[in-house]
């Protein structure tokens, strides 16, 4: 019965120190099986990082510009990208340009668009032909003084991508980059306000990212009420429902229906006493 009992003894021994440490095994990292190159490529969030606003790009006709000229008055919806991109980035841009082609807020008036290059090697020319062709698919008159495509040189890509935390990768075998799909969403003063991941972005979530970017310079009412139950979320790229600022807004709503239905009966009960009394 010793022996027994010791044995029994030595494996719940074993047992509680298994179940001591269940992380250990469980959370060993899983080998990265990536291609080298794509390892190098990430999306990092760094909400509210201000990008550097003195850096010199070329606008789409070639005259030297300061990032911050676009800054300043309105939020600015920003894409990196390269414009001969042969996929992914030609599918941002387009995702882009449909989801601000819904909202009825003008490129130019309540934001400003702004496209930048991350390949050294494009030029002036390039930007002013894929500038081009995303106004005439926005089609709106007088956007084209919001829609900003930029080319430059390799220090100020490496500055603007790396506040932005965008990791990219040149694959020399192909001559093209691996790079990630995002847009962004900053401030007028040029603060980093949300990221939208993949080459679709809701224009429910892009529209009420614009008026929080602007601190309620821009929209309506309605809008305020929106922003009111729905907060953004990071970990996703979307605005979600707050339950609790629902249910709040729900009771302010029932409490001034009751109200002004108590005070209606009120009303009409003393104008029939009065046409009683005067009968």
């Known amino acids: 019965m010793p022996a027994i009992s010791n044995s029994i003894l030595h494996r719940l021994a074993a047992l509680a120190l298994a179940l001591s440490f269940p992380a250990a095994a469980q959370e060993a990292p899983a080998p990265d099986t990536r291609p080298p190159l794509l390892r190098q490529v990430a999306i990092e969030q760094r909400l509210n990082r201000q990008v550097p606003l003195d850096l010199a790009f070329r606008d789409h006709a070639g005259r030297e510009v300061r990032l911050g000229e676009y800054f300043g008055k309105r939020p600015v919806v920003l894409a990196l990208v390269y414009f001969q991109c042969p996929m992914l980035c030609t599918q941002v841009l387009n995702g882009m340009t449909s989801s601000l082609s819904v909202l009825r807020f003008d ?21 002013a032909a894929s500038r081009k062709k995303y106004l005439e698919r926005y089609s709106r008159p007088g956007s084209e003084h919001g829609w900003h495509f930029l080319t430059g040189q390799q220090v100020s890509i490496d500055a603007l991508t790396e506040a932005a935390g965008f990791r990219y990768a040149f694959d020399p075998a192909t001559g093209q980059f691996a790079h990630g799909s995002a847009i962004l969403v900053l401030t007028p003063e040029g603060r980093i306000a949300q990221y939208y991941y993949g080459i679709e972005y809701p224009p429910k979530d892009l529209r009420l990212g614009l008026i929080e970017a602007s601190q309620n310079r821009i929209g309506n009412l309605v809008d305020q009420v929106l922003l009111y139950c729905y907060h953004y979320d990071p970990a996703t790229g979307r605005y979600g429902a707050i339950t609790m600022n629902i249910l709040r807004l729900a009771g302010v709503a029932t409490v001034l229906i009751l109200g002004s239905f108590i005070l209606l009966m009120l009303r009409r009960d003393f104008s029939q006493g009065r046409m009683k009394a005067g009968s």
């Not at 490129?107 to 930007?127: H, I, Q, Y």
């Open 107 to 127: 490129a130019g008036k309540e934001f400003d668009v702004l496209a930048v290059s991350f390949d050294p090697r494009e030029t002036p020319a390039m930007a």
